[in-house]
């Protein structure tokens, strides 16, 4: 009896959670200009007037952009990290790797108010600049600890009996250590590009004027009015951060099964 009501519990949660989701993609194909029950018809002409709306296609580009840029400097970075802490004995290593994971330990409306303040002190204006920076300070962490997990599984002893055979440390680390660590590196870049696309909190705050993210235009559109274009907005969307790390779990895995 216990676990049925347990089971009952759980069920209602994710009804809870999730049919709202399942209510914004169902609206999306109606082909009613009123987003509500009952649909009159299905419907794909809010996706088309989607593709013609300048600003969301522009709003998509920078959001693409923007999510590419974070992806691939937190990866770097992130990479470049978690071999200094797991392969190097460096000074106060439990300090620096807190240091590093810190930022998704603090709430991100905080840490994208103190960024925004202490770089007014310093004199520096909003940017793009300074919205790719904040959001590489963001999304580093994830992928330091995803990277970290997997390079601590990696035997040592492999690395030193390629530098044994004649392979220098960079040959090494090319042809023996990223292929192993490569799933981790590859779900890092898509973690760090879905947080950077779906954010908000912080791009709200570190934006420029005239630079619109696809989710503050979201936001900027519900301000003005509900537009049957926000339920196709939102279903692309919602297709994107769920189908991306979906299919990076799905290479990953067979990256793995081929380097295991």
Do not use: C
Not at 154 to 179: K, N, Y
């Amino acid at each position: 009896m216990g676990w049925f009501v347990i089971r009952g519990y759980a069920i209602l949660v994710y009804l809870f959670m999730f049919l709202p989701v399942a209510v914004v993609v169902l609206l999306s194909f109606n082909a009613s200009q009123f987003g509500s029950f009952p649909m009159t018809g299905f419907s794909f002409r809010w996706f088309v007037e989607l593709a013609q709306n300048e600003a969301i296609l522009r709003a998509f580009r920078t959001s693409i952009v923007l999510g590419l840029l974070t992806a691939l400097i937190s990866t770097t970075l992130g990479v470049l990290a978690s071999l200094a802490l797991v392969r190097y004995r460096v000074p106060g290593a439990n300090v620096v790797s807190t240091l590093l994971i810190a930022p998704i330990l603090v709430p991100e409306v905080v840490l994208a108010v103190a960024l925004l303040l202490f770089l007014n002190v310093l004199g520096v204006n909003k940017s793009f600049a300074l919205l790719l920076f904040g959001h590489v300070i963001f999304t580093l962490p994830f992928v330091i600890l995803v990277v970290q997990a997997r390079l601590v599984s990696i035997r040592r002893d492999v690395e030193e009996a390629a530098m044994s055979l004649g392979a220098s440390p960079m040959q090494t680390f090319f042809q023996i250590t990223l292929p192993l660590m490569l799933p981790a590196v590859l779900a890092g870049g898509l973690f760090a590009f879905t947080i950077s696309f779906d954010d908000i909190t912080g791009t709200l705050f570190w934006k420029p004027g005239g630079v619109e993210t696809v989710p503050t235009q979201i936001f900027a559109m519900l301000r003005n009015s509900i537009s049957p274009e926000i339920n196709a907005l939102g279903t692309v969307m919602i297709v994107m951060t769920v189908g991306l790390p979906l299919l990076g779990a799905a290479i990953a895995r067979q990256l793995s099964k081929k380097s295991g």
